[in-house]
T-cell receptor, first 113, second 110 residues
């Protein structure tokens, strides 16, 4: 199955600033997925990123707040913009690997102060 | 994705089998039944998935009801490292991604 490297693993940011999270996969994949896990909660899908096209956002998530880039088949970034304490969460990227289901990165633990 | 129903928590003893149930009465004919688990401070980990027939792999077994409205994840011999939140998810795969419910918090007693 694929191996995902996600950076940074954690960060503490000031409110009003932005953080860009990187996701690198060791093989080419068509789609990459970004999830948010708020404290004590389950995972929620933010958006799906397909190389060469704009990301598709789930209800409740907008591009201005969570812009996503997908420059090639092994890399994607998620930016959390104009952060507030409510954005404090774990952000995870994921890819689908045929016959192996979905593989997840270890996540980025974000704290906004 | 169809909604799944799981118990909030379950407790078992080390070295004993564990049966984790999941109800998915509105599953579509093309949705797979996926199981993932999330250990503390880690991303979700794939456990097993199937469509109609029972499935076995090195981690677990998946028993799927004949009408596909329920399934059971079987850990044959639980260890302390199996303590995690287990998610049962119905998904067609591809661009669908995964819709996570609350999952079952599995506690393993030594």
């Amino acid at each position: 199955s694929a191996v995902i490297s996600q950076k940074p693993s954690r960060d503490i940011c000031q409110r009003g600033t932005s953080l860009t999270i990187q996701c690198q996969v060791d093989s080419q994949v068509t789609m990459m997925f970004w999830y948010r896990q708020q404290p004590g909660q389950s995972l929620t899908l933010i958006a799906t990123a397909n190389q060469g096209s704009e990301a598709t956002y789930e209800s409740g998530f907008v591009i201005d707040k969570f812009p996503i880039s997908r420059p090639n088949l092994t890399f994607s970034t998620l930016t959390v913009s104009n952060m507030s304490p409510e954005d404090s969460s774990i952000y995870l990227c994921s890819v689908e690997v045929y016959s192996y289901g979905y593989t997840f990165g270890s996540g980025t633990r974000l704290t906004v102060v | 994705d169809a909604k799944t129903t799981q118990p909030n928590s379950m407790e078992s003893n080390e070295e004993e089998p564990v049966h984790l149930p999941c109800n998915h009465s509105t599953i579509s004919g093309t949705d797979y039944i996926h199981w993932y688990r999330q250990l503390p401070s880690q991303g979700p980990e794939y456990v097993i998935h199937g469509l109609t027939s029972n499935v076995n792999n090195r981690m677990a077994s998946l028993a799927i009801a004949e009408d596909r409205k329920s399934s059971t994840l079987i850990l044959h011999r639980a260890t302390l490292r199996d303590a995690a939140v287990y998610y049962c998810i119905n998904s067609g795969g591809g661009a669908d991604g995964l819709t996570f419910g609350k999952g079952t918090h599995l506690i393993i007693q030594p």
